[in-house]
C-alpha cells in the first residue's frame, strides 16, 4: 500500500499537490465556486453574524490560517477554538452562530462533542471532514468534505493542506452568498487556488533533499524554535507540533511579534530557528518587520532557516539558509510555507531512526475525550 515509499507519511506528503487539487475537483465553475454540498443553505449563511471554527491540533491550525481569508472574503468576524475548550466555559452562541469544525477523522470525541454542544445551544454547525460518512458530519447541518484521500500515518499532512483549501473554498462561498466579495475578487482567489497544487509540487521537487539534508545534520539538536506572522504564525505552529510530534525534540511556535516579550530570551548561540517570511509584494511592512526579528535572533546567534518567496532578495544576507517557496497570493503562502516544514519533521525523525508512521503515545483518531 505504502507504494514504493519507504514510509506512509513520505507518500502522504508526496500527495499534498493531489490532496488540494482533488479538494477542488468539481466546485469551480467559470471561476466560481459551486459546492453542491452546500446547495438551498443560502439562508443559512446569510443568516449568520459569527463564525467559529472549532478542532484540535492541526486541524484548529488549518483553522487558524482560514480565519484571516474567512473574515476578509465574508466580512463576518471568526474565533478559532480549540474543541475541548470551546465546551467548557459557557460559549456565547446561538442561531446567528456558525460553528465550523475540521477533522480528518470525523472521529475526534473532544471536536464531536463540542458540535452537539453547539447543536444544542441552536447554533448552526458545518463539518470539514476528511471521511464520507463519519460521525462529525453526521451530527452536522452541512458538510464539505476535504478530497484528501484515506490518511494512514499518524500525524497529519495531506488533510491539513485540504483542510485549509476547504476553508477557502467554504469562505468564498459565503462571501458571494452573502454579496461580500465580488465575482471577479472571487475569481482571482479561485485561480490562485487552483495554481496551489502544481507549486508545492516545485516544493518538492525543488527544496526536499535540501531540506532533507539539514535535518540530517541537526540529527541531535535537542530543541527548535519556529517564528511566523500573520497567516505564518499558524504554520510556525504546525512545524513545531510535527517536530515534536515525529522527532520528540522540544520545539516551539511564536509569533514573531512575541519575541521581545519573552521568547527572545530562548536565543542562545547555535538555536535553531525557522522563519516563515511574509511576502514583500504583500506587506512590504510585515516583511520588513520579520527581517528585522532574524536580525535580532541572529545577533544572538540563533541559527535561521528562512522560508521565504523566490525573489526575495532582502532575506538572504540575513539567514543562514533559505528555503524557496513560489509566489503566491494574498492567504495562499501558508499552503506552500508549511510543506517544507512537514519535509523537515519527517526527515529529522528518519534521521533519528524513528518511525514516522507510528510515533509513541499517539493514536491516529482520538475517540476518548
Ligand atoms: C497532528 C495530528 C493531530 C490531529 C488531531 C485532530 O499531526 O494529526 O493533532 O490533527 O488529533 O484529528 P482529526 O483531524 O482527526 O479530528
Known sequence: EKGGWSSFMAKEVSEEPEAVANTLR???????????ELDGLDELFTGISRIIVIA???AAYAGQVGKYA???WTRIPVDV???????????VIGPDTLVVSISQSGETMDTLMAVKYARERGAKTLSVCNTQGATIPRESDAIVYTHAGPEVAVASTKAFVAQITALYLMGLHIGRVRGAVSAAVAAEHVRELEAVPAKIQRILDNEQPRIEQFAHWMADTRSVLFLGRHVGYP?????????????????????AGELKHGPIALIEPGQPVFVVVP????????????ISSIEEIRARGARVIAIAEEGDAAVLPKADEVLRIPLAGPFFEPLLAVVPLHIFAMGLATAKGLDVDQPRNLAKSV???
Not at 279 to 290: D, F, G, L, N, W
Open 279 to 290: 511576502s514583500p509584494r504583500q506587506s512590504a511592512e510585515m516583511h520588513k518587520k520579520v
Open 235 to 255: 504554520i510556525a505552529l504546525e512545524g513545531a507540533l510535527k517536530l515534536k510530534e515525529l522527532a520528540y525534540i522540544h520545539a516551539e511556535g511564536f509569533a
Open 81 to 91: 477554538e480549540l474543541a475541548h475548550e470551546f465546551r467548557y466555559r459557557d460559549p
Open 70 to 72: 474567512i473574515e476578509q
Open 367 to 369: 475517540t476518548v475525550e
Open 56 to 58: 484540535c491540533g492541526t
Open 26 to 36: 468539481g466546485r469551480i465553475r467559470d471561476g466560481e465556486v459551486v459546492i453542491p
